[in-house]
């Protein structure tokens, strides 16, 4: 089991499901030559996927093209189902930065014949993450920046403001789909600017105010 690292925080908090949003920035979806949604798009990653930053993410000797994706991540406090703004709002207890990496040549194939996208989104050290910053030591005020750099040259600069679900919507609509419960989290989606790594490039990902990633890509 894996637990969630907290700032200012001694609880130890296991994860539980972990759920990503698509196509959440118009312009992401776009470069890819996706629709923009009109309902947010989600799939799931395991929660042995985790790693933190200063861990390394292995690239899987079965694709040829892994992508990096920076991501705003809420954390759950609590249980929610069929939720409205205001509880939704209040089942948000923190948020980090994520690293949704994707592989990017199964995730076409997949998407091609019609399948699940799991395998393309969901292995090892698919998942880094940053220490959670609750939500009583910070306010999200909507428009921090997410930026991406890879061996020093920036390759996502955006802001949380572009997404077209923000994290209540999020959170309301996830639950009117399955039972959020503590220790759950939702990767909200990357902006444009996604691109391939290969082994020894370093990434390092930091959203306003939130945290910072840095990790390395390896064999």
């Known amino acids: 089991m894996k637990y969630l690292k907290v700032k200012n925080s001694n609880e130890e908090i296991p994860i539980g499901k972990i759920i990503c949003v698509g196509r959440n920035y118009a312009a992401h979806a776009l470069e890819l030559g996706n629709e923009v949604s009109e309902f947010p798009v989600i799939f799931l990653k395991a929660a042995s996927n985790v ?9 899987p000797d079965y694709s040829e093209n892994l992508h990096h994706e920076v991501e705003l991540v809420l954390l759950i406090g609590n249980t929610i189902k069929n939720g409205d703004d205001d509880s939704a709002e209040k089942a948000i207890s923190g948020y980090a930065v994520g690293l949704d990496m994707t592989l990017r040549d199964l995730q076409k194939e ?5 399948d699940p996208w799991t395998l393309s989104k969901s292995f090892d050290t698919a998942a880094v993450l940053s220490e959670f910053i609750l939500k009583k030591d910070y306010k999200l005020r909507g428009d921090e920046s997410i930026k991406l750099w890879v061996n020093g040259e920036i390759k996502q600069n955006s802001s949380i403001k572009n997404i077209m679900f923000d994290p209540i919507k ?4 996830i639950s009117t789909k399955m039972t959020l419960e503590k220790g759950d989290l939702i990767f909200t989606g990357t902006p444009e600017g996604v691109g391939r790594v290969v082994p020894g490039d370093k990434i390092h990902a930091e959203i306003e105010n939130i945290g ?6 390896i064999k």
């Open 51 to 59: 790693i933190y930053s200063g861990e390394n993410v292995i690239h």
């Open 110 to 114: 997949f998407m091609k014949k019609g």
């Open 170 to 173: 999020i959170v309301k609509y």
């Open 212 to 217: 910072a990633i840095d990790t390395e890509i």
